[in-house]
């Protein structure tokens, strides 16, 4: 509040005695009143204010404090706009000065930086050099992501360094400094490489503060460190650590730092984290061409009492559907790295419009989650359901009416999980695989095997833009019995945009009905970009295809069964906003490939928010 005004005021009193009194106008916060810079010949004025944190004055910013004048976040701003620029190419870069005047009125800053851009530089011949013994060069050559002939990338340096650090962590040398040797030839406009590996001084963990956590148990966070005092301190473990912390989703910032110990060969690791909330009350909405509004309202803690353990209650409620469920994890069940937990579940659904009948259900499960290794974890499970198809309209299908009445379903099953992800919560690049098997027979009605299998890679293209695929497959089939209508695959909305759930698939002839299937895939390609507007608002556009298809049932008969297992396939587009109210998010979708019997859905939409 640079405009505020203090006028102090002595009143006289008797008796040689004053009052003294300070009028005081606060007058508004001093925000920025413009922006500019000076010297930049390749980048424009409105990229180089997307790559600061300092923004312009708007009325759609009172949510913000990014356009209010901070003297720490103006230095900031030097350091992000020499990243900018080194990232592209610009090795000479310079911030020459950044200054902020404040105007007469003293209701507003204008900021000024001065650059020197200097010339783009390409990469020259990247070379490994080890004079550590026992690595080989060669072996560390596939982390490397700085490549001859492309455009210079300072943070492509880093992340080879720490690919590498890394890669030689998990081969056991703890003790490891990798130091990038930089020859720039001005003429050619090149920078060569080489990487030193060097046997850096033998340091041990001496100790590991946190600090930050109001609520988390320091035990919830010391339980994610791949570290522990006494370890030889390791980089990649280190980083390792950062991430698993990250994922909790406990906390909106952890920052890892490093400083001397009581003697040279100590390190004391500093974990210092700002704390979020993890109560969730989340709304969701949907809608489509055949079954009109649906919504759903949960409530989850995912961090109760600071002890990390996770539980939701949930209810949805539509024109077709009333479900209630209870869910809780313990994700170090009895003190071990074994995620244990229960669900419970009573449903009901109104399948007349698409299959001709209701669906009432309960039971519950118990499972439980463990690491194999750092990126490979399995899930072993226990189900018991039972379900009742009642309410068969008189027009169903005839294999609709066959499936009136109740059936048990008792069954275990596993799933396995490989994930490469860089982020569990937002992820711009790895890979995930999750596939499983299901046996049902251990008792009740039902006789069945049922195998799933799903996987995600993320692929960075730029700047916040990032394509990634998706794949899924599932197949089931019954084990001296038929598969009844409850335990196949209802292939659509989420799982098949573009078409409402169990829109792809066998139909009845007759009654135009959604049988299910018992063999299901689809494929999604799908990129994310930014529409153009502030990052701080948060909304991001996508386009994404999807492809698959889904067939095979067991019926007693065929004759008016609608069953193809040829290839259908839809496109779409779709926003995502990170509003202030929570999530949003928008598909549209229209199929290009379908058969006749398929029902589409045009439109979805939820939304969410927190406390």
């Known amino acids: 509040r640079f405009a505020a005004t203090v006028e102090p005021k002595v009143i006289q009193l008797e008796q040689n005695r004053v009052d003294l009194v300070f009028e005081i106008n606060e007058g508004s916060v001093t925000g920025i009143r413009r922006i500019r810079f000076i010297g930049n010949r390749k980048m424009s004025d409105g990229r180089l204010r997307e790559a600061i944190s300092t923004k312009e004055s708007a009325w759609y910013r009172f949510l913000s404090t990014d356009d209010t004048y901070d003297p720490d976040r103006l230095t900031l701003d030097r350091e992000l706009l020499r990243k900018y620029y080194l990232s592209r190419g610009y090795a000479d870069f310079r911030v020459l000065s950044g200054v902020a005047e404040l105007t007469p009125e003293r209701d507003g800053f204008f900021v000024t930086f001065t650059l020197d851009e200097g010339d783009i530089y390409a990469f020259g011949k990247v070379d490994i050099r080890s004079e550590l013994k026992g690595v080989d060069p060669e072996t560390l050559r596939p982390f490397i992501t700085t490549i001859e002939g492309d455009t210079y990338d300072a943070s492509q340096i880093d992340k080879s360094i720490e690919e590498m650090t890394f890669e030689l962590g998990r081969q ?10 930089l020859k720039r ?38 339980r994610e460190f791949r570290l522990v005092e006494g370890d030889a301190f390791n980089t990649a473990k280190v980083q390792r650590s950062r991430t698993r912390l990250r994922g909790l989703g406990f906390f909106s910032k952890v920052d890892i730092t490093q400083e001397k110990g009581s003697a040279p060969d100590k390190v004391i690791i500093n974990a210092d984290v700002q704390e979020k909330s993890t109560g969730e009350l989340s709304f ?21 009492l600071g002890t990390g353990q996770d539980l939701r209650v949930g209810l949805t409620a539509s024109f077709r559907r009333t479900q209630a469920d209870l869910a809780f994890t313990d994700p170090y069940f009895l003190d071990r790295e074994v995620a244990a937990g229960f669900d419970l579940i009573a449903r009901k659904v109104d399948y007349t419009n698409t299959s001709g009948f209701s669906q009432s259900t309960k039971g519950g499960g118990l499972r439980a989650t463990y690491p194999i290794t750092d990126y490979l974890a399995q899930q072993v499970n226990y189900r018991l359901r039972f379900d009742r198809v009642e309410d068969v309209s008189p027009n169903a299908s005839q294999f609709i009416r066959e499936q009136l009445g109740s059936s048990t379903t008792s069954s275990v099953g596993y799933i396995l999980a490989y994930d490469r992800r860089d982020d569990r919560l937002d992820p711009t690049k790895g890979y995930i695989i999750r596939g499983g098997n299901d046996y049902a027979g251990l008792g009740g009605t039902e006789h069945f095997l049922r195998t799933t299998l799903n996987a995600t890679h993320y692929f960075p ?53 959604a049988l299910g299937s018992n063999l299901y895939y689809t494929l999604t390609p799908e990129l994310q970009f930014p529409i153009g507007l502030p990052n701080e608002f948060g909304i991001m556009g996508r386009v994404f295809s999807v492809a698959g298809s889904a067939s095979r049932v067991d019926v007693s008969n065929t004759t008016n069964l609608l069953d193809s297992n040829s290839l259908r396939m839809s496109v779409g587009t779709g926003l995502s ?29 939820n939304f969410g928010t927190r406390f």
């Not at 698939?505 to 009905?513: F, L, Y």
């Open 577 to 605: 906003w990170r509003s202030p109210f929570g999530p949003i998010r928008i598909d549209l979708a229209v199929p290009v490939m379908k058969e006749t019997f398929d029902q589409k859905e045009l439109i979805r939409f």
């Open 461 to 513: 293209i730029v700047d916040q833009v990032v394509l990634s695929f998706a794949g899924d497959a599932g197949y089931v089939f019954g084990i001296n019995d038929d598969v009844n209508i409850n335990n196949r695959f209802f292939v659509g909305a989420d799982l098949f945009r573009g078409f409402k759930a169990g829109g792809v698939g066998p139909h009845d002839s007759v009654a135009s009905n």
């Open 284 to 304: 969701g909405a949907g809608y489509s061409t055949s079954d009109s509004l649906l919504g759903d309202i949960s409530l989850r803690e995912r961090n109760l």
């Open 172 to 181: 056991g040398f703890a003790f490891v400094e990798i130091r990038p040797e």
């Open 185 to 222: 030839d001005k003429d050619n406009h090149v920078i060569g490489m080489t990487y030193v590996v060097n046997e850096s001084p033998r340091v041990y963990v001496e100790r590991i503060n946190i600090t930050g956590n109001a609520r988390t148990l320091d035990k919830v966070i010391r």
